[in-house]
């Protein structure tokens, strides 16, 4: 089991049991702090079951783009506050499998990786400039990994939707590699996007609605190291 699953499995149990963030002391129960509101999601319901489901199309006018690099949770927070962005979705693509479970993903059991899927509205945000947030917050160079976590669900990937996104995709990762940031290669992929799975129900805004455990989780990932080591001691992680 990887640091992140511990973490998801562990906060799962928290939300079924009750205990909000602040977690269960049967000694000295503390108050239940107020929850924070999930911010509303742009192309789907939440499954009343907890379950997964084919996300739909975006809203008029808005535009889609996925990125997989890694723990969704922390990606999804990255694009949440980007200004332009309607919506980032944490879920489940790349895979053949229907219907993916975070506990099949996170246990190997598919060949899914975790991503998310980016609503926005492109009068306010370019898909260039989310590629930039995107190689900022991932480690270009990891293999069936990323930070902390292994395996082959921790994949970066952009799954690019149209010519264009391939394009930019192809050009910004040739940039990445001759900036000369990174002594290993650049092993992120770029593919074609297919079905996207929407993570349970308890996965999305994680970042918003599970702060200490997200907390806990982000700051140890090595994900602050790793990034300030090649992006600079000031770089957002």
């Known amino acids: 089991m990887t640091l992140r699953a511990s973490f998801a499995i562990s906060a799962f149990a928290l939300l079924v049991a009750g205990c909000g963030t602040s977690g269960c002391n049967a000694s000295t129960p503390a108050p239940r702090p107020a929850q924070v509101a999930a911010a509303p999601v742009a192309d789907y319901p939440v499954v009343p079951d907890g379950?997964?489901?084919?996300?739909?199309?975006?809203?008029?006018?808005?535009?889609?783009?996925?990125?997989?690099?890694?723990?969704?949770?922390?990606?999804?927070?990255?694009?949440?506050?980007?200004?332009?962005?309607?919506?980032?979705?944490?879920?489940y693509t790349g895979g053949t499998?229907?219907?993916?479970?975070?506990?099949?993903v996170s246990n190997h059991r598919t060949s899914q990786a975790e991503a998310i899927r980016v609503i926005y509205n492109p009068s306010q945000v370019t898909y260039d400039q989310l590629l930039d947030v995107y190689w900022r917050r991932i480690d270009p160079t990891g293999v069936d990994r990323a930070f902390s976590d292994i395996g082959r669900q921790y994949r970066s990937v952009i799954f690019v939707?149209?010519?264009?996104?391939?394009e930019a995709a192809t050009r910004t990762r040739a940039g990445i590699a001759?900036?000369?940031r990174f002594t290993d290669p650049i092993t992120t992929t770029i593919e074609d996007a297919g079905v996207f799975w929407v993570a349970e129900d308890y996965h999305q805004n994680f970042w918003r609605t599970h702060t200490a455990q997200y907390r806990a989780y982000h700051d140890h990932s090595g994900r602050r190291e790793f990034l300030r080591q090649h992006w600079g001691p000031?770089?957002?992680y």
Not at 68 to 88: K, N, R, S, Y
């Open 178 to 180: 001759a900036l000369g």
């Open 161 to 166: 939707h149209d010519a264009a996104q391939r």
């Open 97 to 104: 499998e229907q219907h993916p479970t975070y506990d099949d």
């Open 234 to 236: 000031d770089a957002p």
């Open 51 to 91: 379950g997964t489901r084919e996300a739909g199309p975006p809203p008029a006018g808005m535009a889609v783009a996925t990125f997989a690099g890694g723990c969704f949770w922390c990606l999804e927070a990255a694009f949440d506050q980007l200004p332009g962005v309607q919506d980032a979705i944490s879920g």
